[in-house]
């Protein structure tokens, strides 16, 4: 079972970023995907998740209405796209998968990709 995330980068405050998660090894069709990130020195905290079968979707407050999560069942995989960046959205991005449960909470996630770094500059 595997998750990568790519797409990370250093953009201006304002810009847009597209995060990936491919998935392979295991089939999420009943599953959660979700974004978080982690900043320095802070905790992780959610990002957006989103139920593979469905399209549901769920967003953190600080997110919503710049960040759109979304997937691709072609490809296996689950996009974040990210606009209006903020120098606050500083922090490392990773992709996880979770059967279900509170979405909010990583302890809930049981399959974790690695993390792209995202770095947003005022």
């Known amino acids: 079972v595997q998750l990568q995330a790519f797409g990370g980068g250093l953009v201006q405050a304002g810009g847009s970023l597209r995060l990936s998660c491919a998935a392979s090894?295991?089939?999420?069709?009943?599953?959660?995907m979700g974004w978080f990130r982690q900043a320095p020195g802070k905790e992780r905290e959610f990002v957006a998740a989103i139920r593979w079968y469905g399209g549901s979707t769920a967003y953190a407050d600080s997110v919503k209405g710049r960040f759109t999560i979304s997937r691709d069942h072609a490809k296996n995989t689950v996009y974040l796209q990210m606009n209006s960046l903020k120098p606050e959205d500083t922090a490392v991005y990773y992709c996880?998968?979770?059967?279900?449960?509170?979405?909010?909470?990583?302890?809930?996630?049981?399959?974790w990709g690695s993390g792209t770094l995202v770095t947003v500059s005022s």
């Open positions: 090894g295991h089939t999420f069709r009943r599953y959660y």
């Open positions: 996880a998968a979770t059967p279900g449960g509170s979405i909010w909470y990583s302890d809930e996630y049981n399959y």
